[in-house]
């Protein structure tokens, strides 16, 4: 079994940062490695980037855009994600979820998810 708790999210006006942690524990390295997603109201949830064990370079979405950086403390068994120069359209729930391989983008390719932490970006 794996554990995944989010945590970090907040409210913060446009243009700041949050930093969001995915502690993990359990058999995280049956995985290939860690995924960050959201979800905004009435929408479907989408990829915003993946770190893999292996060292292979992290995939960001396209509207990441430099913003965002993924991150994982070994010895912590933690995974973050950086968020800077935030933007309203950020708002979202976000999850971490454990990746076992496959398409990069698709939720199908994910287990384990966490129970999401809100951020809200204020205009």
């Known amino acids: 079994q794996v554990q995944l708790v989010e945590s970090g999210g907040g409210l913060v006006q446009a243009g700041g940062s949050l930093r969001l942690s995915c502690a993990a524990s359990?058999?995280?390295?049956?995985?290939?490695?860690m995924g960050w997603f959201r979800q905004a109201p009435g929408k479907e949830r989408e990829l915003v980037g993946r770190?893999?064990?292996?060292?292979?370079?992290?995939y960001y979405a396209a509207f990441v855009k430099g913003r965002f950086t993924i991150s994982r403390d070994y010895a912590q068994s933690t995974v973050y994600l950086q968020m800077n120069s935030l933007k309203p359209e950020d708002t979202a729930v976000y999850y971490c979820?454990?990746?076992?391989?496959?398409?990069?983008?698709?939720?199908?390719?994910?287990?384990?998810w966490g129970q999401g932490t809100q951020v809200t970006v204020s205009s």
């Open positions: 979820a454990l990746y076992r391989g496959g398409t990069v983008y698709s939720t199908s390719s994910y287990d384990y």
């Open positions: 359990g058999r995280t390295f049956s995985g290939y490695g």
């Open positions: 770190i893999v064990w292996s060292g292979d370079p992290t």
